[in-house]
């Protein structure tokens, strides 16, 4: 069965406007929670959500579905996506929910589900899920005297701070380092500057005051324009935003220019090689990574495993080589030594670390390619099958033969919103923007005529 609400990343859409609707939370979590019952042992579910208004909606939705199906329900409030899978492997739990849509504004929110492993769960099993919402479930729902039940863990911000703290190597501290974290207004706004207070860092926060309406408004990972300003003025050593969810991170050096995801990548490869800690033959990047990268791993004797667009098919693909490092360009760094999620903070505190053993500046040690030339465009459809056309098939293969090995193409359709995503890279910038120019051209004559 193929799935139809959940996307790359679970479900997500515009709040009280369907699939996103306090109705259809109730049902996915009936339907998780039946499908998670798995033997006579008193179930539990941990919930989190970040700070948009919506999650006051949907947080009592989803509750009251796994109480109804037998299922006690731990509420953590506003947490990074990862301290939520990190709690429902603490706790022994059956199931683990965010209430998140990541990086969007306040409007959106989404439902992501954690197995009892922490790690997202598979098409498969969402697929259970949809097909179990389609039968309906009435008839398993629990009985009167085995209704679940429903509290609030006080200090689960405390046991991430520590967790995130154990992830940075013993006897170092960020003492002398004066760092901005842009928190963009989500659910690391507490715990994000603690954990660098804690380490010894002069912490200077952005994006620390919810209010339900300003989440990565202007701010954090998409919008690291006001981090690195700020560093810029402060003087400070590093700068980090956050998304909203706070399962990825972007960079800047001291002198505010920023390190992506592959950069990110690319150092901690570097300094885990270098002390040991490198597992597998290499790192697990998407088809969205620099060829820079590659050709810089290549150098080093790092081999680079590319998977599809999203964390959880780079963590599948980390299991089947056995590498620990994987990550996206676009901030999402999964470290499977010290967790089975995307974890903005815990990889900046890899980079921190070599900050500190090197004594070197962050734009010494992030210098470590050239990226190729990128360009990436993003084209509006409203369904059908436009990547099947004809004359599209056509203009892929001629831009293809074009760039030859001078480059590479990468065309698909985007797994959370209604777009096209044509991207291409090249040591040649201006034959690049020729053949997106090409491409794109073709595919916006087919969507406005509805192919």
Same mark, same amino acid.
């Given at each position: 069965?193929?799935?139809?609400?959940?996307?790359?990343?679970?479900?997500?859409?515009?709040?009280?406007?369907?699939?996103?609707?306090?109705?259809?939370?109730?049902?996915?979590?009936?339907?998780?929670?039946?499908?998670?019952?798995?033997?006579?042992?008193?179930?539990?579910?941990?919930?989190?959500?970040?700070?948009?208004?919506?999650?006051?909606?949907?947080?009592?939705?989803?509750?009251?579905?796994?109480?109804?199906?037998?299922?006690?329900?731990?509420?953590?409030?506003?947490?990074?996506?990862?301290?939520?899978?990190?709690?429902?492997?603490?706790?022994?739990?059956?199931?683990?929910?965010?209430?998140?849509?990541?990086?969007?504004?306040?409007?959106?929110?989404?439902?992501?589900?954690?197995?009892?492993?922490?790690?997202?769960?598979?098409?498969?099993?969402?697929?259970?899920?949809?097909?179990?919402?389609?039968?309906?479930?009435?008839?398993?729902?629990?009985?009167?005297?085995?209704?679940?039940?429903?509290?609030?863990?006080?200090?689960?911000?405390?046991?991430?701070?520590?967790?995130?703290?154990?992830?940075?190597?013993?006897?170092?501290?960020?003492?002398?380092?004066?760092?901005?974290?842009?928190?963009?207004?989500? !659910?690391?706004?507490?715990?994000?500057?603690?954990?660098?207070?804690?380490?010894?860092?002069?912490?200077?926060?952005?994006?620390?005051?919810?209010?339900?309406?300003?989440?990565?408004?202007?701010?954090?990972?998409?919008?690291?324009?006001?981090?690195?300003?700020?560093?810029?003025?402060?003087?400070?050593?590093?700068?980090? !935003?956050?998304?909203?969810? !706070?399962?990825?991170?972007?960079?800047?050096?001291?002198?505010?220019?920023?390190?992506?995801?592959?950069?990110?990548?690319?150092?901690?490869?570097?300094?885990?090689?270098?002390?040991?800690?490198?597992?597998?033959?290499?790192?697990?990047?998407?088809?969205?990574?620099?060829?820079?990268?590659?050709?810089?791993?290549?150098?080093?004797?790092?081999?680079?495993?590319?998977?599809?667009?999203?964390?959880?098919?780079?963590?599948?693909?980390?299991?089947?080589?056995?590498?620990?490092?994987?990550?996206?360009?676009?901030?999402?760094?999964?470290?499977?030594?010290?967790?089975?999620?995307?974890?903005?903070?815990?990889?900046?505190?890899?980079?921190?670390?070599?900050?500190?053993?090197?004594?070197?500046?962050?734009?010494?040690?992030?210098?470590?390619?050239?990226?190729?030339?990128?360009?990436?465009?993003?084209?509006?459809?409203?369904?059908?099958?436009?990547?099947?056309?004809?004359?599209?098939?056509?203009?892929?293969? !001629?831009?293809?033969?074009?760039?030859?090995?001078?480059?590479?193409?990468?065309?698909?359709?985007?797994?959370?919103?209604?777009?096209?995503?044509?991207?291409?890279?090249?040591?040649?910038?201006?034959?690049?923007?020729?053949?997106?120019?090409?491409?794109?051209?073709?595919?916006?004559?087919?969507?406005?005529?509805?192919?």
């Amino acid at each position: 069965m193929t799935r139809k609400i959940f996307g790359t990343d679970g479900i997500r859409g515009t709040a009280n406007i369907e699939p996103m609707t306090a109705q259809t939370a109730l049902h996915v979590a009936q339907a998780a929670g039946y499908r998670f019952l798995r033997g006579d042992h008193r179930h539990l579910v941990v919930i989190g959500k970040d700070t948009r208004l919506s999650g006051y909606m949907l947080e009592p939705a989803m509750t009251a579905g796994f109480i109804s199906m037998g299922m006690d329900v731990v509420l953590v409030g506003p947490l990074p996506t990862p301290a939520v899978a990190m709690l429902t492997r603490s706790l022994r739990a059956d199931l683990g929910v965010v209430l998140s849509a990541s990086h969007n504004a306040y409007q959106d929110n989404g439902i992501k589900l954690f197995g009892p492993d922490g790690d997202k769960l598979s098409d498969t099993v969402e697929a259970d899920i949809e097909a179990l919402m389609s039968n309906g479930i009435t008839e398993h729902l629990a009985s009167p005297d085995h209704l679940g039940k429903a509290r609030r863990m006080d200090d689960a911000q405390g046991r991430y701070i520590e967790y995130v703290k154990n992830s940075f190597p013993k006897g170092l501290r960020l003492d002398g380092l004066k760092i901005v974290v842009d928190c963009a207004h989500g !659910a690391a706004y507490r715990v994000a500057p603690m954990v660098l207070w804690e380490l010894g860092a002069e912490v200077i926060s952005l994006g620390s005051q919810p209010d339900g309406f300003n989440i990565n408004h202007e701010c954090g990972a998409t919008a690291p324009e006001a981090m690195q300003a700020k560093v810029i003025e402060t003087g400070a050593d590093l700068g980090l !935003a956050l998304d909203g969810d !706070a399962d990825r991170v972007i960079l800047a050096d001291e002198k505010g220019q920023l390190i992506d995801g592959d950069k990110t990548m690319g150092m901690i490869a570097t300094e885990w090689q270098r002390d040991g800690l490198l597992r597998g033959d290499g790192i697990v990047a998407t088809v969205m990574s620099n060829m820079g990268l590659e050709k810089y791993l290549g150098k080093i004797g790092i081999n680079l495993h590319r998977a599809q667009v999203g964390d959880r098919y780079v963590i599948e693909e980390m299991r089947n080589s056995g590498c620990n490092i994987g990550g996206e360009q676009s901030g999402h760094i999964i470290l499977s030594d010290h967790g089975s999620t995307g974890d903005g903070l815990i990889a900046a505190l890899q980079v921190l670390s070599a900050l500190v053993k090197s004594g070197r500046p962050a734009s010494d040690i992030a210098g470590i390619f050239e990226p190729f030339p990128q360009m990436l465009r993003n084209i509006p459809f409203n369904g059908g099958a436009p990547l099947e056309e004809k004359s599209v098939l056509q203009a892929i293969r !001629a831009g293809e033969e074009r760039l030859g090995d001078k480059g590479r193409l990468l065309i698909r359709k985007s797994g959370t919103e209604p777009l096209i995503r044509v991207m291409a890279e090249a040591e040649d910038a201006e034959l690049m923007a020729g053949v997106i120019d090409d491409i794109s051209s073709v595919i916006e004559g087919v969507t406005a005529s509805g192919g």
